[in-house]
């Protein structure tokens, strides 16, 4: 049943707290508040199901169902929140108002922006024809994940090419969780010695923190992955199934036949808060935000968190955990006449899925330092079946059940 009250943005309206975008960091912040006593919060949300995007590299990889990441969006909005269904076309932050894709206009008291990263599949010239082909996909899209699934779990011998892009990018490893799935598949029906496994990264390395690099390096060498550092996809001839591909200059250095092209498509803040007022010069178009109250520096009655803030940790939804507690603790604190005290310490998560029952649990801050849950053990960190588990049921649940509703 639909927990939320429900209504188009026909009328203008006005509300103590907007939020734009419905999303992990939205629905996550907005249960917070409400559960915090605020009670006239509205949800501005065009889609009408909800997407749980860590378990589409399970989708892709074949280790979870498509239905497992997907709910009504009414059901998963927190008890007394509004949800205007409908998007954000602009916003004046002068006039604290937004208007919407059906022209009506939503004014505030305060605005928290969070509607998410764009995947740019335009950036890469034959990028779209690759993924609209029989030999592309991706677990970026609910989609192309679905499809990635049929293929990694269909092929037998060939070239398979899995890439991560260059730039800002939302749990940017992700690329990576469903080559080490399907490559276990491989070698357990025997096919992973008929099948050239190559891996493109952007970065001098396969990650970036020692710790974490010399367990990927294991897995790369345990599967015969070629790993090719400091390379990235310049273009893609879908037809002849061939890359051309450059180092992080973007010079072509190098062309790469394929059989089966998995990509993570280049990211970049969404064109329409690229050009609001939002962005500062030195955020590349994201959210200016304070990076530890997550209070924007010159409008106060803006705030920002997720993807599309210009914050300093590494783009995820493990992030958000601490930033959905910054942003509703610092504006109940501002609501209440006080200062925002409330500072998000740069935490972020990515859960490597290295086999088809290990993961290594990449917890770090903002200078790429481990940053383990458990204080003083970076155990997690290492190849774990206790986080295998974690990752693919314990979160998945505590995700659907109690994180969007504000309740971890
Ligand atoms: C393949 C993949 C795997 C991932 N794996 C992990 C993982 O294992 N662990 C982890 O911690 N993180 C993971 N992440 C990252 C995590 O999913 C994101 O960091 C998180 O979803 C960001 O939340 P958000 O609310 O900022 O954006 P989103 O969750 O993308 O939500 C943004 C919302 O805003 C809405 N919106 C967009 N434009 C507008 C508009 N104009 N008006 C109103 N609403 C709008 C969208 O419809 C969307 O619902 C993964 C991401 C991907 C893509």
Known sequence: MDHADIRGGSADAHHQIVVVGGGN?????????????????????P?????????????????ARASAAVRAQGSVTPRGVQWIQDAVATIDPDGSCVVL?????????????????????????????AMDSPHGASNYEFDLAQKASALLRDFTRGTVVFSQPAGPASCAGAAQKPMYLACDYWRRTGVLGDISV??????DTVFGIAEIDRELDRKIDEYGIQLRTRTQIL?????????????????????????LLLVEP??????????????????????????????????????????AAATTNSKSGGALRKQTLTVAKNLVAVLNGRKPTQSYDGYSVCPFTV?????????????????????????LARERRLTWVFDRYVLPWVYWHMILQGRA
């Open 198 to 203: 190559v891996l493109l990264v952007p970065d």
């Open 266 to 307: 280049p990211q970049s803040a969404p064109d329409w808060i690229s050009s609001s007022a939002l962005p500062s010069a030195e955020t590349d178009g994201f959210i200016a935000v304070d990076p530890r109250t997550l209070r924007h520096p010159r409008y106060p009655h803006v705030w920002a968190l997720g993807d």
């Open 235 to 259: 273009e893609i001839d879908p037809v002849e199934k061939v890359l051309t591909l450059g180092g992080a200059e973007g010079t072509a250095s190098d062309r790469l036949p394929y059989d």
């Open 47 to 63: 889609r009408d199901t909800h997407l749980y995007k860590p378990l589409f590299s399970h989708i892709a990889g074949g280790t």
């Open 355 to 379: 086999s088809r029952h290990t993961v290594v649990f990449a917890e770090f801050d903002d200078h790429y330092a481990l940053k383990p849950t458990v204080p003083f053990w970076p155990g």
């Open 101 to 129: 894709a059906s022209g009506a206009r939503v004014t505030y008291d305060h605005i928290i922006v969070c509607p998410g990263i764009q995947k740019n599949w335009d950036a890469i010239p034959g990028l779209r024809a």
């Open 25 to 45: 960091a939205g629905l996550s912040v907005a249960g917070r508040l409400r559960r915090m006593g605020i009670t006239d919060i509205a949800v501005i949300e």
